[in-house]
Structures are given as structure tokens and as C-alpha cells.
């Protein structure tokens, strides 16, 4: 679905872009290295984090008996959340060319990956969806794991920063998505906490 963008967003849009053409092109192209292009596009693929979901699983609910059920429905539901407020009340409303598909851009950018979204590039859904749960694993799990639990923090700006990297948004939507995300994420572990209670050991 294709709608008209208002003109005072084509504007605003136009302020924004001569900023984040730079930064994309300084990440894609200055800032790489030979390690990052090789690494950073499986950082983005939901398999490659596969062990790390699977550990949180059998850690909360090995250790936390029915409230860590609880924990997997809310980790489960902030996932369902961030991505329909992003791919499906945001994208379809607020139109923006991927960097990747910019008749500009493209051709001034690196491509890491097999294909470019035709999909608008705002919100990054990748950096919403990530950093939704790093904001619900960090504000839930923080009583059991102290400050390493800020670790989720930089799990999740590794992921939206190769959406950068390889050329699929510019730094602007993942930022913004970031911003929603802990949003969400803040939200509904504020709903945990008032409807389940703190994670202790049972």
C-alpha cells in the first residue's frame, strides 16, 4: 500500500537526508574493515542468535517456575508488538526509499546481502524489534544479572547498526526504531512487573 507523503514530511525528510547520506556512506564505506564485512550481515539474521533465545528459555524457566512462563509469553508478545507498530502501522503511512533502492545512494554503498526490501526504510523493524526486547530483557532480568544486563543494550545497537552497515536504512530510522523499541520494550515490562511480579527464584 502506497500513500501520498504529506508535504511538510517530504520536507522535514529533506532536512534530514544531506546528514544521514553522510553517515550511512562514512559506516558503509569508511568506517569497514574487512572482519566487519564478513561478520555483521549474520548478526542480523534471527538464526544466528538461535543459542542465545534458547539459553534465555531454559534459564528463566528453569530457574523462575511460572513466572518465567510468564516472561517467555512477554518476551513473545513484545516481539509481536514492536513488529506490527513498525512494519504494519508505520511503514505502510510513512514512505522513505531504502538506501539501498535510492537511485542516489545505491550506487554509493557497499551491498552485503541478497536482496533490498521494497518496503519503506521507516522504521528500521530489525532495531525496533531488538531493541523492544533488549529493553524488556535488561528492566526484567536486571535483579538477576545486575549490570551485565546492560550487555542486551549493546546485543541490540550491534544488530541495528549493520542495518546501517549494509545498506538496507539510513541511521535515521534506526534510531527512531530504537527509540520505539524501548518504548515498547519499557512498557510491557512495566506491565510484567505490576501483573506477574520481580523475578525470583521459586
Known amino acids: 500500500m502506497i500513500v501520498d507523503v504529506p508535504p511538510?514530511?517530504?520536507?522535514?525528510?529533506?532536512?534530514?537526508?544531506?546528514?544521514?547520506?553522510?553517515l550511512i556512506v562514512h559506516i558503509n564505506q569508511d568506517w569497514s574493515n574487512n572482519v566487519l564485512d564478513t561478520v555483521l550481515p549474520f548478526f542480523r539474521e534471527t538464526l544466528f542468535w538461535v543459542p542465545l533465545y534458547l539459553f534465555l528459555l531454559l534459564f528463566v524457566t528453569g530457574n523462575f517456575g511460572l513466572k518465567g512462563w510468564w516472561w517467555v509469553m512477554g518476551v513473545i508478545l513484545c516481539a509481536a508488538l514492536s513488529d506490527l507498530?513498525?512494519?504494519?502501522?508505520i511503514k505502510?503511512?510513512?514512505i522513505r526509499v531504502r538506501?539501498?533502492?535510492?537511485?542516489?545512494?545505491?550506487?554509493?554503498?557497499?551491498?552485503?546481502?541478497n536482496y533490498c526490501p521494497h518496503s519503506s526504510s521507516f522504521t528500521s523493524s530489525h532495531a525496533t524489534n531488538h531493541f523492544a526486547q533488549a529493553m524488556f530483557f535488561f528492566t526484567t532480568l536486571r535483579p538477576v544479572m545486575g549490570k551485565w544486563a546492560s550487555l542486551f543494550f549493546v546485543w541490540a545497537f550491534i544488530i541495528a547498526y549493520t542495518q546501517v552497515y549494509?545498506?538496507?536504512?539510513?541511521?535515521?530510522?534506526?534510531?527512531?526504531?530504537?527509540?520505539?523499541?524501548?518504548?515498547?520494550?519499557?512498557?510491557?515490562?512495566?506491565?510484567?512487573h505490576n501483573r506477574i511480579g520481580t523475578l525470583t527464584v521459586s
Do not use: N
Not at 167 to 185: E, K, N, Q
Open 92 to 94: 505502510p503511512y510513512i
Open 166 to 192: 549494509v545498506g538496507v536504512h539510513y541511521p535515521f530510522d534506526v534510531f527512531c526504531g530504537a527509540l520505539l523499541g524501548c518504548g515498547i520494550g519499557f512498557m510491557l515490562s512495566k506491565l510484567f
Open 8 to 22: 511538510c514530511l517530504l520536507t522535514f525528510w529533506q532536512l534530514i537526508q544531506p546528514f544521514d547520506s553522510w
Open 99 to 113: 538506501p539501498c533502492q535510492d537511485e542516489v545512494m545505491g550506487p554509493q554503498l557497499r551491498f552485503f546481502i
Open 85 to 89: 507498530i513498525s512494519s504494519q502501522l
